[in-house]
């Protein structure tokens, strides 16, 4: 006769144990397999949050449909329709600035001839014969520039599909994204309703006021770099201006990516007093960005601390590159708002009392045991 012994409880602790961790290796391999959709899918939600606030004052004089449908066509038609009026005259000002490119070179060669310091430092590296030679050979290198252009036209096209991609998922979610909002909702329990419902809101508002404390942000430089380019006496100082609106996007190192283009620009176009005045220009301004206008703006759009706004921006930047630096703000004060709910929600449940379902009982008298008998009056 068999007899019958208990489970092993150590045994099936392993077991649940392996299970766990095979789960969870199999979930983060998967999570790396769909890593570039799952990319595209979180700029689209980005996008989404973003652009709800534009749709939903559309929404107010028209139906919800048509607000969509102008939004988005207003968000791909600004881009082209500030590529169009910026592109030919930067290829103008290109190939103008690649016909001057050997008179800037003799310019700096001349300079550095009436200077003994520079002058010596030739002698012993001859760096000007190196200058002249490279603006010799570049204006014969830019009519060479629509082999480079055939040469990326795979990488153009891959863009392109992944930025139709993205809009489209948007405008699911912007046009779907209430009524998913209001099922979720539904779906909770009936105390956790309230919550959810003001936290979701209160993430969307997070989001868009990011976005709009982002583009303020971005103006303020492209307007601090113009004025300084035209006191420079910059010829194209609009379109670079610009270029440090669109690169100030990016948090932390967008400034620095712009400054370092303009500086080339300025290297060939007000050497050297040009190029030393917007070094220092750009290196005070990007830290007076860093540490005074971009913690300020965005913790009064999110409400974020300052601390955290650079914290969170290092990180995203150091694990996910330049899509890390852009979402870790908005990110962070998501989970700022999820973690606050949580814990005001874990407050209130340890405060209200727990309702059993039965009478109270008197301390006198044990569990079980009848109450003894109210005297008569």
Not at 1 to 12: I, K, S
Not at 37 to 59: H, K, R
Request: proline residues 7%; glycine residues 8%; aromatic residues 8%.
């Amino acid at each position: 006769m068999a007899v019958m012994t208990p489970r092993d409880p150590l045994g099936q602790a392993v077991l649940r144990t392996v299970l766990i961790v095979v789960a969870v290796a199999l979930a983060l391999y998967l999570v790396y397999l769909l890593r570039t959709p799952l990319t595209w899918l979180a700029i689209a939600a980005f996008l989404a949050v973003a652009m709800s606030g534009p749709v939903n004052v559309l929404q107010r004089h028209m139906r919800r449909g048509f607000a969509i449908a102008l939004t988005y066509l207003a968000l791909i038609l600004i881009p082209i329709g500030l590529g169009a009026a910026l592109i030919p005259t930067l290829v103008d000002q290109i190939e103008e600035l690649a016909g001057n490119v050997p008179e800037y070179a003799q310019d700096v060669e001349d300079f550095v001839q009436e200077n003994d310091t520079l002058n010596d430092l030739n002698d012993k590296y001859d760096f000007t014969s190196e200058i002249q030679n490279a603006a010799d050979d570049l204006p014969s290198k830019i009519g060479d520039a629509a082999g480079v252009l055939q040469d990326i036209g795979v990488g153009v096209v891959s863009s392109i599909f992944a930025t139709v991609t993205i809009l489209i998922l948007s405008i699911f979610m912007v046009g779907g994204g209430p009524r998913w909002a209001e099922a979720f909702v539904r779906s909770q329990p009936a105390g956790r309703r309230e919550r959810i419902d003001r936290a979701l809101r209160d993430v969307a508002n997070a989001i868009g006021n990011y976005v709009g404390g982002a583009l303020i942000q971005a103006t303020i430089a492209g307007i601090a770099a113009f004025i300084m380019l035209k006191i420079l006496g910059a010829p194209f100082a609009a379109p670079l201006a610009l270029i440090v609106a669109f690169f100030d996007l990016i948090p932390v190192v967008g400034a620095t990516i712009a400054a370092v283009l303009i500086a080339i620009v300025m290297l060939f176009v007000n050497f050297p007093v040009g190029l030393i005045v917007w070094v220092v220009f750009a290196i005070v301004y990007q830290q007076f960005e860093n540490y005074v206008i971009q913690p300020q703006i965005q913790k009064r759009a999110v409400e974020v601390e300052g601390f955290t706004v650079i914290v969170a921006v290092l990180f995203g930047a150091t694990l996910f590159g330049v899509l890390g630096a852009v979402l870790a703000i908005p990110v962070a004060a998501a989970l700022q708002i999820v973690w606050r709910e949580y814990r005001d929600y874990r407050r209130e449940a340890l405060t209200q009392p727990i309702d059993s379902g039965e009478p109270p009982t008197s301390p006198l008298v044990p569990p079980g045991a009848e109450p003894p008998p109210t005297p008569a009056a």
